[in-house]
T-cell receptor, first 115, second 112 residues
Framework: DGGITQSPKYLFRKEGQNVTLSCEQN?????MYWYRQDPGQGLRLIYY???????QKGDIAEGYSVSREKKESFPLTVTSAQKNPTAFYLC??????????????FGPGTRLTVL | EDKVVQSPLSLVVHEGDTVTLNCSYE??????LLWYKQEKKAPTFLFML????IEKKSGRLSSILDKKELFSILNITATQTGDSAVYLC????????????FGQGTILTVHP
């Protein structure tokens, strides 16, 4: 049963702590993405990775870090430098061939709340 | 800077009504425009449009792209309560393949 999994579903963090959000896919997709969604706003790109061991900053990368050591996995760390981290985080993946590159499949999301 | 604007931001209708959602964009090196439906969590893919004037259809949903005027519309006919969701428009363009720019979304509420 192919898909994208994210964990945890809900995460609470105290100010000043780093947290890592997990994203795993078994779709054999090369490209993976992290988005942030705030109420009343669309999705904003944090980081993306087109192949293993390579990733690029998106539009709002400050205060976040990622790694891509395996094709299936693209964890996102929200650091204490991120000033307003409370949000809904979505992970996505896509193929890298032709138009399929643009059709992204999404995981169920992680809702992060900073207390 | 790439920009995608959706309208209206929210819409309330009754079952059976027809709705039209709008998406306009300013993107360098346009490649495609995508529509997603987001109910509670993960957005689910609806359509990808790359050519002007060719309508894509799936059941009661249809969409068309106008690359000259830089917009797309998503139509839903005979709406049902299950159509209640946030509809997201995204555009692929720029220099990086795979990078999507999303609009704010349209919140559609369908009352019985």
């Amino acid at each position: 049963d192919g898909g994208i999994t994210q964990s945890p579903k809900y995460l609470f963090r105290k100010e000043g702590q780093n947290v890592t959000l997990s994203c795993e896919q078994n779709l054999n997709h090369d490209a993976m993405y992290w988005y942030r969604q705030d109420p009343g706003q669309g999705l904003r790109l944090i980081y993306y990775s087109q192949i293993v061991n390579d990733f690029q900053k998106g539009d709002i990368a400050e205060g976040y870090s990622v790694s891509r050591e395996k094709k299936e996995s693209f964890p996102l760390t929200v650091t204490s430098a991120q000033k307003n981290p409370t949000a809904f985080y979505l992970c996505a993946s896509s193929r890298r061939t032709g138009e399929n590159y643009n059709e992204q499949f999404f995981g169920p999301g992680t809702r992060l709340t900073v207390l | 800077e790439d920009k995608v604007v959706q309208s209206p931001l929210s819409l309330v209708v009754h079952e059976g009504d027809t709705v039209t959602l709008n998406c306009s964009y300013e993107v360098t090196n346009f490649r495609s425009l995508l529509w997603y439906k987001q109910e509670k969590k993960a957005p689910t893919f609806l359509f990808m449009l790359t050519s002007s004037g060719i309508e894509k259809k799936s059941g009661r949903l249809s969409s068309i792209l106008d690359k000259k005027e830089l917009f797309s519309i998503l139509n839903i006919t005979a709406t049902q309560t299950g159509d209640s969701a946030v509809y997201l428009c995204a555009v692929a363009g720029g220099t990086s393949y795979g990078k999507l720019t999303f609009g704010q979304g349209t919140i559609l509420t369908v009352h019985p």
